[in-house]
């Protein structure tokens, strides 16, 4: 009957259906289905293919192909391959691109949203639930948090404030040529985001839904701003050479004492031989908390123009489970997304940091936020009026 009604009724019916799956159920399908997986490289990839092999050892009648899609460019590409019948199937994408992927029609709703909330960390279900509708299956949790080298700091020397950070790396730079106390990519603003979070200020307010106002010109933010321009002092270098690469370079090379980033990079800095530590980013001048960052879920949506949504959904919620939660974590170092334990000395600090995070926001604005902050951060960094920078951010996003 199941299969009467998915042939009469399609997506409609799908949906019907799989509200009564359960994670990794073994398929009942008899046709041969291959679902192709958009994922990144260096990590994601490796997990896509062993995470694809077990699931084909319970559906032996479904093959899991991999195919290479920076994170950062799935939402573009599927609104072009998808119509064009060459997307596919899944695919991975940041949850703050979901206003923009149910806006376009690219993804199907979650067909089993119950069941994915009880299963995943709320902050992971609340990112991906867009006007009142759960889109997507989480697959990883993420935000940044403080890096420090301890054999270039002291555990009782890493700074609890942005003041005492600036000092230490001003001391340490004079006394270590060649090497940094402090570096992050300052033109990323990924990171930048947190130096207008004074005082509780948040991106498009605390619902992240204001689309009236982005409050990145607020007064809160504008002196925020300000004071990451002093930072400068403390790392006086020019924006166009603190890439992310250059910086994630310098720590694991050894030559940076301390380091903004998030767990993708555990491995990289453990196979560079780096002893290291993880603390909540320092406190804003003014504030006695953490620095508020963002938080994000990396998911993984089913395309709606998939030809096998039912098999496609099953195979993402299977990405779910505690088996698959711990080998993703052992590939990539990516915190799950569901209450599971993990052996790592670095992820509490990461979820102490969560404590202080909230979710990037996922309406359609938040595709004009990044080049707008990218460009208002790295002139703000090189000099320039930061009132006007940020004034000029707004003005972006908005569309003024």
Known sequence: MKKMLVALFGVVAVSLVLCSFTFGKKSKNKKAVTLTVWESDKGPDEFIRQAGEAYTRKNPDVTIKYVHVELGDAAGQIALDGPAGVGPDVFAAPHDKLGELVSGGHVLPTVNPAQVKKTALAACSQALTYDGT?????????????????????????????????????????????????????????????????????????????????????????EGMKFFQSLRSSLDVPAADLTTSVADAAFAGGKAAMHITGPWNIKNFTDAGIDFGVAPLPSLPGDKTPSASFSGTRAMFVSAYSDNPEQAADFAAFLMTPEMQQLRFKITGAMPAIDTKVDSPYIPGFLKQLNYAFPMPSIPQMGAYWDAMNNASKNIWEGQDVKAQLDACNAAILGK
């Open 134 to 222: 759960m889109y997507g299956y989480p697959v990883s949790a993420e935000t940044y948090a403080l890096f420090y080298n301890k054999a270039l700091i002291k555990e009782n020397e890493v700074p609890k404030t942005w003041n005492d950070l600036a000092a230490f790396a001003k001391k340490f730079n004079a006394a270590n040529k060649g090497k940094y106390g402090f570096i992050m990519d300052v033109g990323n603003a990924y990171y930048t985001i947190v130096f207008t979070t004074k005082e509780g200020n948040r991106l498009f307010g605390q619902s992240g839904t204001d689309t009236t106002s982005t409050n990145i010109n607020s007064p809160s933010s504008v």
